[in-house]
């Protein structure tokens, strides 16, 4: 019976567990938005959309460590904006925005996640119209150069010229 009541505890601990992150790689939508489940592309790819509000599309954007991207944000109106969540993460707060951080995201992914990437029509802002038309451009890149190591001694000044190397 003890046996029984132990398997059972760690069975609905295993659940919770399970549930716990299931609800931190669900991405939380407003009312009418459409999710577009994306694969991290071989080539450039873009995204073309309307940022009309309850009606919009957002998408998911899995990453591994060590992928370099571009992402790349624009749209004609000066109100659309582009804001990159981590849903890996349990905090709600964009790690980039265009509206803070320019048009464009250049990164080496640190740690594998699922990302949420989120246009947008700034609704405290004035303007006329429902939303704006807007392009994202998803380039991988190529692997960042590694910098070379520096030597495991520094060079400091000494009396003594370095021996020439010998052949």
Same mark, same amino acid.
Not at 9 to 14: M, Y
Not at 38 to 41: E, G, H, I, R, W
Not at 55 to 59: A, I, Q, R, T
């Given at each position: 019976m003890k046996d029984h009541a132990v398997r059972t505890?760690?069975? $609905? $601990?295993?659940? =919770?567990l399970l549930t716990?992150? $299931?609800i931190a790689q669900t991405p939380q939508l407003d009312p009418g938005e459409k999710l577009e489940k994306?694969? =991290?592309?071989a080539v450039t790819m873009q995204l073309k959309g309307w940022t009309k509000f309850g009606?919009?599309?957002?998408?998911t954007l899995p990453v591994r460590a060590g992928q370099h991207m571009k992402i790349s944000f624009s749209s004609k109106s000066k109100f659309a904006f582009l804001a990159i969540f981590d849903l890996s993460k349990p905090d709600d707060e964009a790690f980039f925005g265009t509206d803070e951080d320019g048009t464009s995201f250049e990164t080496t992914v640190k740690e594998n996640a699922t990302w949420l990437l989120r246009p947008y029509y700034s609704k405290v802002s004035p303007r006329r119209g429902l939303g704006a038309p807007f392009s994202i451009l998803l380039e991988p890149l190529a692997a960042a150069p590694q910098q070379p190591k520096p030597s495991a001694e520094p060079d400091r000044p000494s009396l003594f010229?370095? $021996?020439?190397a010998k052949q």
């Open positions: 505890l760690i069975a $609905a $601990a295993a659940l =919770f716990v992150s $299931a994306l694969q =991290f592309p009606n919009g599309h957002v998408y010229p370095k $021996a020439p």
